[in-house]
């Protein structure tokens, strides 16, 4: 089946620097990948909806300046965690679809990255 | 908005015991309804589906059947194995919306 990766699993951080987290298809074309962020013993909220060569939508009271994402090809789409704060210590996860827009039952999703933020 | 809710965990069973998770859910429309199961050190994978009411979703022993008139999609396996122990999300998607998960119910098989 369809595997996606992300790398790093976890991290860890200083206040203020700045992290990078990658997701990638191994063995299909993600026309649109999403990124989510899950609290302990929460759900996982979804942060951003990306399309592969255009700008990603992001949900509401998610500020796309401090989580910048880019999807620069069909296999990889990044997560920029800028200026972290211990506040944004979390559980990213993403998932990917091959097929455009949100209607598809079928997302493949990722192991997930924990960040910490000290 | 839509929301869905599930039985806090952890559930913790021994080997070939009968399993329910519980999940109902909110919604304005007539949602497809999900669970998925997250293995660990691995991602959520979809475990099955039911798109209507009275429709019956079904994957390795595992079945949920969508209740409009109680507003639930619980999950049932009759016979549980220790390779059955994950985290397990129920989540619904109304069309053309985004996905939205219950917080997660963690299964724990003993032999």
């Known amino acids: 089946g369809a595997v996606v990766s992300q790398h790093p699993s976890w991290v860890i951080c200083k206040s203020g620097t700045s992290v990078k987290i990658e997701c990638r298809s191994l063995?299909?074309?993600?026309?649109?990948m999403f990124w989510y962020r899950q609290f302990p013993k929460q759900s996982l909220m979804l942060m951003a909806t990306s399309n592969e060569g255009s700008k990603a939508t992001y949900e509401q009271g998610v500020e796309k300046d401090k989580f910048l994402i880019n999807h620069a090809s069909l296999t990889l789409s990044t997560l920029t965690v800028t200026s972290a704060h211990p506040e944004d210590s979390s559980f990213y996860i993403c998932?990917?679809?091959?097929?455009?827009?949100?209607?598809?039952?079928?997302?493949?999703f990722g192991p997930g990255t924990r960040l910490t933020v000290l | 908005g839509d929301s869905v809710t599930q039985m806090e965990g952890p559930v913790t069973l021994s080997e070939e015991a009968f399993l329910t998770i519980n999940c109902t859910y909110t919604a304005t429309g007539y949602p497809s309804l999900f669970w998925y199961v997250q293995y660990p050190g691995e991602g959520l994978q979809l475990l099955l589906k039911?798109?209507?009411?009275?429709d019956k979703g079904s994957n390795k022993g595992f079945e949920a059947t969508y209740r409009k008139e109680t507003t639930s999609f619980h999950l049932e396996k009759g016979s549980v194995q220790v390779s059955d122990s994950a985290v397990y999300f129920c989540a619904l998607r109304e069309a053309f919306q985004k996905l939205v998960f219950g917080t997660g119910t963690r299964l724990l098989v003993s032999p």
């Open positions: 063995d299909f074309q993600a026309t649109t």
């Open positions: 998932s990917a679809t091959g097929l455009a827009g949100i209607s598809t039952d079928t997302q493949y």
């Open positions: 039911a798109t209507k009411a009275d």
